[in-house]
């Protein structure tokens, strides 16, 4: 797993399974079920544990291409929302002043935050670059630097709340979710001597599918313009803020299968390179953890495997999901 101090991405995939730092605490998801592990103010873990079947398996057709990856990424936020809301419950409730926030508030500060995400990453992005360039109806190019803003955006972003002491916290759960990842991966003893001597990286986590993300969408976007300028004159900014944001699903969709392809083929010198700037963000998005953060990401792929974990764990190989 390691070479230097650069994790290598494992090998063919048999099963997948993934993880997100919330409050204090960490999910994993793994076949079947997922669980989240949160230490209280008291000092104690609270365990969430949930059994969860992918809609896909229901239905075969939703595992096509592109679709698997829009699936997948709605089921992770739904399962990453709760996951977070339930530690933000167990860390606060016990606060004297705890007031529980109705449902409307809930819905409120859900879609304010969307809001919020929209105008950072594509309603300023377009506007900044039709504002300062004339490139409107350059379909490549215009997609190109308001590409380049939009990462400008999301590493100022992280750089900006990585600041936060509680964001730092948070982090730090990051990278104790990859550690206990690659112990789990190398077939050691799920422990926190093990697990502690993995890097805080990992090539298919969240940071780095996010980045792929806004590759693809430097590349899908200016395919789209370049369509729609076939039945149009002029390409407004409005036009492209009706388009591109629906598009978003299906953006996520390909670079899901990018993600797939990089991981399949992690020796080809074009997918190392995309991979790297991923891993390099994650600098910044995960922090070295302490051994009581890492005993509770143990702890959360353990329950989440439950009485099966002896079942996954004879030299088997496997690839996080992008959730975390």
């Known amino acids: 797993l390691l070479k230097g101090d650069s994790p290598v991405a494992v090998s063919e995939t048999k099963h997948t399974y993934g993880g997100q730092a ?3 605490g960490v999910m994993m998801r793994v076949p079947g079920a997922y669980a989240t592990a949160v230490r209280n103010a008291e000092g104690n873990i609270k365990i969430d544990r949930h059994e969860f079947i992918s809609i896909t398996d229901s239905y075969p057709l939703l595992k096509i291409p592109i679709i698997r990856g829009m699936v997948g990424l709605f089921e992770a936020l739904r399962i990453g929302y709760s996951s977070l809301q339930w530690s933000s419950e167990m860390i606060v409730s016990s606060e004297k002043d705890y007031i529980e926030p109705s449902k409307i508030t809930d819905v409120l500060i859900t879609v304010f935050s969307l809001f919020i995400a929209l105008g950072l990453f594509f309603v300023a992005p377009i506007g900044i670059t039709s504002w300062l360039f ?3 109806q350059d379909p490549l190019t215009f997609n190109l630097i308001s590409g380049l803003f939009r990462v400008a955006f999301f590493i ?12 730092r916290r948070l982090f730090q759960y990051h990278g104790a979710e990859h550690k206990a990842v690659y112990n789990f991966e190398s077939g050691q003893e799920l422990n926190i001597s093990n ?3 993995f890097p805080t990286q ?12 806004m590759i693809v969408a430097i590349l899908s976007f200016a395919l789209l313009d370049s369509v729609v300028m076939l039945y149009v004159a002029e390409l407004k900014i409005w036009m492209r803020l009706v388009l591109h944001i629906p598009f978003i699903p299906i953006v996520a969709g390909l670079g899901y299968e990018v993600l797939k392809l990089s991981a399949k083929y992690r020796k080809n010198i ?8 991923g891993l390099w963000l994650q600098n910044i998005t995960t922090k070295q953890p302490n051994d009581d953060q890492m005993e509770v990401a143990l702890r959360a792929l353990e329950e989440a495997f439950g009485d099966k974990l002896s079942q996954y764990t004879h030299g088997e190989t496997y690839v996080a999901e992008a959730i975390g």
């Open 156 to 167: 100022t972003y992280l750089v900006l709340i990585s600041i936060m002491k509680d964001v």
């Open 134 to 136: 004339n490139k409107d």
């Open 270 to 277: 074009f997918f190392l390179i995309l991979s790297k700037p």
């Open 202 to 213: 990992h090539p298919c986590c969240g940071t780095s599918f996010l980045f792929i993300i």
């Open 195 to 197: 697990a502690q001597k």
């Open 22 to 24: 919330v409050i204090e």
